[in-house]
């Protein structure tokens, strides 16, 4: 059995209001997956994340990364935050530096690394996000768009072993969402856990391996994306509904031995395909 990548073992944290942001979470993230966290505002879903590299610190309860437990102590926090970068809804919570090119350079400079290696990963994540254009700009004048690749960018030169973004997909027009997933594609083909935490069940279904539902501070369902149309009754008690796909593939009385398609192209596809095998 594959053991787990970061693993949430009964985790609880409140906030200073007394607030719950996590109530006895357990949790397990396999490598090199792509697990969806969906929940109602308020569910716990941020809280979750801040978590995944050491933001927040449980109140009880245990978090282990790459099996071990973690301690919180500095050099533990530093690998931690090296191995798990987090790309937040907001960029302007993200970006401080002057231009694009000294913000994705910030994270490997305070790892202490020689100048040639810092160029290097600058250059590389200016490549990958498709960035040399406005690489001196000021991070102020970009759009919102160009500074949400310049945060995913930033995290990117730090070489992580796990990538978490909190609503990814929010502010972008559709031609930035497909070049944020072509680009999410490539990382876990390159061996990248991705975790991403989103409203829109549609885009989860699409996307992810694994989805995860979160309720009232705690994991309230997990299971494989695939095996989701049988899990219609636990989606509607946590105010979801099935994705718009796996409602139009019911509404058309499919063969109940073929799994519901995952996006509304594949629905096509298989429409035309049928249509072929009519006799007129």
């Known amino acids: 059995m594959t053991s787990a990548m970061l693993e949430f073992d009964r ?7 007394r607030s719950r942001g996590l109530d006895n979470c357990t ?13 109602k505002n308020g569910a716990g879903k941020t809280t979750l994340l801040l978590h995944c590299n050491g933001i927040l610190k449980p109140q009880s309860g245990t978090i282990r990364y790459g099996g071990q437990p973690l301690t919180y102590q500095r050099d533990d926090l530093i690998r931690l935050r090296t191995d798990v970068g987090i790309v937040f809804q ?14 994705i ?27 040399h254009d406005c690489a001196h700009k000021p991070v102020q004048n970009l759009s919102f768009g160009q500074k949400k690749r310049v945060c995913l960018a930033g995290v990117l030169a730090m070489h992580p072993q796990v990538l978490i ?10 031609a930035m969402q497909r070049e944020l997933l072509a680009q ?3 990382l876990q083909a390159a061996g990248l856990t991705l975790i991403l935490a989103t409203h829109d069940i549609d885009f989860a279904f699409q996307w992810s391996d694994t989805l995860v539902f979160m309720h009232q501070g705690a994991c309230a369902a997990r299971f494989p994306t695939g095996d989701l ?7 509607s008690a946590l105010g979801f509904e099935l994705p718009r796909v796996v409602q139009l593939w019911n509404a058309m009385r499919p063969d109940k031995d073929l ?21 007129e």
């Open 184 to 186: 999410l594609d490539k």
């Open 229 to 235: 149309a049988e899990h219609q009754s636990t989606l």
């Open 259 to 279: 799994p519901p398609p995952r996006s509304v192209k594949e629905l096509c596809v298989h429409i035309m395909e049928n249509k072929k095998g009519t006799p």
């Open 11 to 17: 985790v609880t944290h409140s906030y200073a209001d």
């Open 105 to 131: 350079a910030f994270g490997p400079l305070n790892l202490g690394l020689p100048k040639d290696e810092v160029l290097r990963r600058v250059d590389e994540a200016l490549t990958t996000m498709h960035l």
């Open 27 to 39: 949790l397990a993230i396999p490598p090199n997956s792509r697990t969806a966290i969906l929940g």
């Open 90 to 103: 907001n960029p302007d919570n993200q970006l401080f530096s002057a231009s694009v090119r000294e913000d």
């Open 165 to 174: 973004l909190d609503e990814p997909m929010t502010g972008l027009d559709p």
